[in-house]
T-cell receptor
Framework: AQTVTQSQPEMSVQEAETVTLSCTYD???????LFWYKQPPSRQMILVIR??????QNATENRFSVNFQKAAKSFSLKISDSQLGDTAMYFC?????????????FGPGTRLSVLP | KAGVTQTPRYLIKTRGQQVTLSCSPI?????VSWYQQTPGQGLQFLFE???????NKGNFPGRFSGRQFSNSRSEMNVSTLELGDSALYLC???????????????FGNGTRLTVT
C-alpha cells in the first residue's frame, strides 16, 4: 500500500517570501502521479500542481513549482512570492497509474499561514 | 462551467439514523469519487463510481454505500450512524480516469456531517 507523509503540520511565511512544503511517499510502483492540492477555509480542494513520475522535468505553475526526486521518493512544493490568498491546508497526493479507477492517497496536510 | 455541487452543505443526525449525501459532477465528468475528511485521519478514500459502476472501494465498513445514476450524479449513504462518522465528506469528479494525467480531481465544497 502507498503512504504519503508530510512532516510539517504547520508552517508560516511572510508575504512575498518563498516557502517549501515537504512531501515524501512510499510505493513500489514505477508509474504514478503526484499532486499538490490546497484547501482554503472555504473547504474546497483546489488542484495546485501535478507531476507524472516518468517525467524528469519538474512541474511549474506560475508561482508554484515542485522538486521531484523520484529515487528519494520526495515531492516538495515551492511557493514563490507568497500571497495572503495562499493561506490554506496543503495536501500532497499520490495516485498510481491504472487503466481504470481513481484511488488517491493523501498526506495528512500542512497548514500554511501567510503573514502580512 | 458549473463546478462539483454537493448537497446539503451541513447535516446534523443522531446515532442510529441513516443519511444520504448528493453530488453532481462537472458536466461531462463520468468518474465520481468520495472522500471522508476528519482531523484525526485526514482524507480517506471511500469509493469511486464510473458509468454507474463502483470501480474502487476504500477500507470502510458496509454501512457506507453509494451509487451513481445515468447522468453521473452520485449519492452516498451511511446507515446506522455512529459518532465517529462525523466528518467532512468530499465528492470529486474527473473526466475519465483512463487518461489520468488529464483527469485531475475536481472537488466540491463538501457536506459537513455531525452525528450526535
Amino acid at each position: 500500500a502507498q503512504t504519503v507523509t508530510q512532516s510539517q503540520p504547520e508552517m508560516s511565511v511572510q508575504e512575498a517570501e518563498t516557502v517549501t512544503l515537504s512531501c515524501t511517499y512510499d510505493t513500489s510502483e514505477n508509474n504514478y502521479y503526484l499532486f499538490w492540492y490546497k484547501q482554503p477555509p472555504s473547504r474546497q480542494m483546489i488542484l495546485v500542481i501535478r507531476q507524472e513520475a516518468y517525467k524528469q522535468q519538474n512541474a511549474t505553475e506560475n508561482r508554484f513549482s515542485v522538486n521531484f526526486q523520484k529515487a528519494a521518493k520526495s515531492f516538495s512544493l515551492k511557493i514563490s512570492d507568497s500571497q495572503l490568498g495562499d493561506t490554506a491546508m496543503y495536501f500532497c497526493a499520490f495516485m498510481k497509474h491504472a487503466n481504470y479507477g481513481q484511488n488517491f492517497v493523501f498526506g495528512p496536510g500542512t497548514r500554511l499561514s501567510v503573514l502580512p | 462551467k458549473a463546478g462539483v455541487t454537493q448537497t446539503p452543505r451541513y447535516l446534523i443526525k443522531t446515532r442510529g439514523q441513516q443519511v444520504t449525501l448528493s453530488c453532481s459532477p462537472i458536466s461531462g465528468h463520468r468518474s465520481v469519487s468520495w472522500y471522508q475528511q476528519t482531523p484525526g485521519q485526514g482524507l480517506q478514500f471511500l469509493f469511486e463510481y464510473f458509468s454507474e459502476t463502483q470501480r474502487n472501494k476504500g477500507n470502510f465498513p458496509g454501512r457506507f454505500s453509494g451509487r451513481q445514476f445515468s447522468n453521473s450524479r452520485s449519492e452516498m449513504n451511511v446507515s446506522t450512524l455512529e459518532l465517529g462518522d462525523s466528518a467532512l465528506y468530499l465528492c470529486a469528479s474527473s473526466l475519465d480516469s483512463g487518461v489520468l494525467y488529464n483527469s485531475p480531481l475536481h472537488f466540491g465544497n463538501g457536506t459537513r456531517l455531525t452525528v450526535t
